[in-house]
Structure formats: C-alpha cells, structure tokens
C-alpha cells in the first residue's frame, strides 16, 4: 500500500479518536486510536503523533478511571518527547499529564514534581500552554493544603493569562481565588461557571463542580455541595450528549 494512503488512514483514525474523546465516548475513540497507532508505529517519522496517540489512549483510561493503566502510555509519551527536537511544547505536555496521572493515584509527591517540571519548560521556552499549567499546578497546591505556595502560582498565572489575551485560563484562576482565597465566593465561582458554559467548556465545568461541592461538604454545608454535585451530573450529561464534530 501506498505510504501516503496509510498515513491518512492513519489521520482520519486520528481526528476521530480525538473527537470521540473529547465526548466522553471512550470505548469508540479507543477503538480508532489503537487502528492510528499501528499505522504510526511502522513509520520513524511521525514520533509527534504517536506521542499524540498516547495521551488519547491515556485520557481514555483516565475517563474510565483506571489511572494505573494510564501511567505506562504516558512515559512511553516522556520518553518519546525527549527524542524530539525543538518539540517542547510535547514534553511539557508528557511532563503536565503524567503530573496529573500521579495526582489521581494519590501519589502526591510525584504528582508535584512532574508538574512544576511542566511548568519549568513552558516558562523557560515562553509557551503558550503556561497558563495552562500553572493552573492545574495551583489547583493542585491549593488541594494539598499547600496555600501561600498556590496562592503565588495562582498570581503568577493569572499575570500569564491576562498577558497571553488567554480568557479562558484567566476566568479559571479568578475561579481558584473565589474558593480557595475568599472563602468561598460564590458570585465569583458562579461568574466563571456562567463563562464556561456559554463557550462549552463543559468538561471544566464538570471539574469546577466537583471541587466546589467537595469544599462545601468538608465544611458541613450539604445543600449547597449537593447543588454543585447535581450541575456535575447535568453537565456530564451535556458532554455525553456532544455534537459530533465530523461530517460524513
């Protein structure tokens, strides 16, 4: 077979395991990942999308939380990452996930030290992701009980975000601030929920939701945990039912 076909084989694979990720539909974006791999896999060249392919195959094992079997696609990402030149953005993104990944097996010293490594390249190279990272990076400080530390990351991306024109990550940080600084400010976490949804972004509505329900029932305060406990579920269901964003 010609090479050409194969790797466009291998492209619309691809775009279709992207695309059924981003709507929770694991099991079928699964499926076209694996089919774009092996395609991937017989061509030295495409390092970058094989690298691509396993932070699909590990978000989907993240969805269906079986972070265990998550980690081992996200070296063999770290790994291959390091082989690349000039691809930093790449490994500060194998570094960012496998931060996560760690965090979500509890193993929070870990989890700390791959994303302030994340954060490391994307300041050092002035990437785009920065804000992006910082976020998650406070988020998880904030999490660990770990305030002044997250409180000056929590500033530092926000400067990135209003510098970079990022709202996206702007309206986040404003959101950590509403409940991990101000004690909960609901007007505040409402504001950023309010912007998120109008440019669905669900799946970080879903975040947002949880954690704040989670604050309230740490405090004892049930009704309001389980009225963000019920805007996770709905907006779970939002994502589910997702528009598919390729024609055939």
């Known amino acids: 077979v010609h090479v050409h076909d194969e790797i466009e084989k291998a492209e619309f694979h691809f775009k279709l395991a ?3 990720y981003g709507m929770k539909q694991s099991h079928v974006s699964m499926h076209h990942v694996k089919q774009a791999l092996d395609i991937y896999n017989q061509y030295e060249l495409y390092k970058v999308r ?17 972070y265990e079997k998550s980690l081992p696609h ?8 390091k ?5 930093e953005r790449l490994l500060s993104s194998a570094y960012y ?10 193993e929070y010293k870990k989890a700390e030290t791959f994303l302030e490594k ?7 190279y002035k990437l785009g992701n920065l804000p992006h990272s910082l976020f998650t990076y406070a988020k998880f400080l904030f999490k660990q009980g770990k305030s002044s530390e997250a409180i000056q990351v929590s500033k530092k991306g926000l400067s990135s975000a209003i510098y970079q024109g990022d709202k996206l990550f702007e309206s986040l940080q404003r959101y950590l601030e509403a409940l991990y600084i101000n004690a909960v400010d609901q007007m505040g976490i409402k504001t950023t929920i309010d912007y998120l949804e109008k440019n669905k972004n669900y799946s970080y509505v879903e975040d947002i939701a949880l954690d704040t329900a989670a604050v309230y029932a740490e405090s004892e305060q049930y009704d309001k945990s389980y009225y963000y406990h019920k805007k996770m579920i709905q907006t779970q269901k939002q994502i589910q039912r997702g528009e598919c964003l390729y024609e055939f």
């Open 50 to 66: 094989k690298v691509q392919c396993l932070f699909v195959i590990s978000g989907n094992y993240v969805d269906f939380k079986r």
């Open 74 to 81: 996200l070296e063999k990402a770290l790994e291959l990452s």
């Open 118 to 124: 994340a954060v490391e390249i994307s300041e050092k």
């Open 18 to 20: 992207e695309a059924y």
């Open 97 to 106: 996930n496998i931060g996560k990944n760690y965090g979500d097996l509890e």
């Open 83 to 87: 082989q690349l030149k000039n691809n």
